[in-house]
């Protein structure tokens, strides 16, 4: 099994900024893609943003495009999101999540993930 730990939400005013992290741990792969998804109340799980093993691929949604970034460091089995610019819209439940993956697949549905955090809830005020 693979453990994802999720850490950097909090509360923030439209236009700040915030940094999640997510460490992976247990079982380990060989090559993993990580990614964000996040879910507002009433709202379905959506996609934020996916990076391939090497980092050479990312892949971010329309809503976020220009505002978050990704990275990953392999050797810490840990991967960041630097969220600038937040807005209220913003306000969600970020879900990281992994799968294991050659560096040519970067999935960007829910259903494509095998293993997934508890969650960490960004709260953007306006």
């Known amino acids: 099994q693979v453990q994802l730990v999720e850490s950097g939400g909090g509360l923030v005013q439209a236009g700040g900024s915030l940094r999640l992290s997510c460490a992976a741990s247990?079982?380990?792969?060989?090559?993993?893609?990580m990614a964000w998804f996040r879910q507002a109340p009433g709202k379905e799980r959506e996609f934020v943003t996916a990076i391939s093993w090497s980092g050479r691929n990312i892949y971010y949604s329309d809503s976020v495009k220009g505002r978050f970034t990704m990275s990953r460091d392999n050797a810490r089995a840990t991967n960041y999101l630097q969220m600038n610019s937040l807005k209220p819209e913003d306000t969600a439940v970020y879900y990281c999540?992994?799968?294991?993956?050659?560096?040519?697949?970067?999935?960007?549905?829910?259903?494509?993930?095998?293993?997934w955090g508890q969650g960490t809830q960004v709260t953007v005020s306006s």
């Open positions: 999540a992994v799968v294991s993956a050659s560096d040519y697949y970067t999935p960007r549905t829910p259903e494509s993930y095998d293993y």
């Open positions: 247990g079982r380990t792969f060989s090559r993993y893609a």
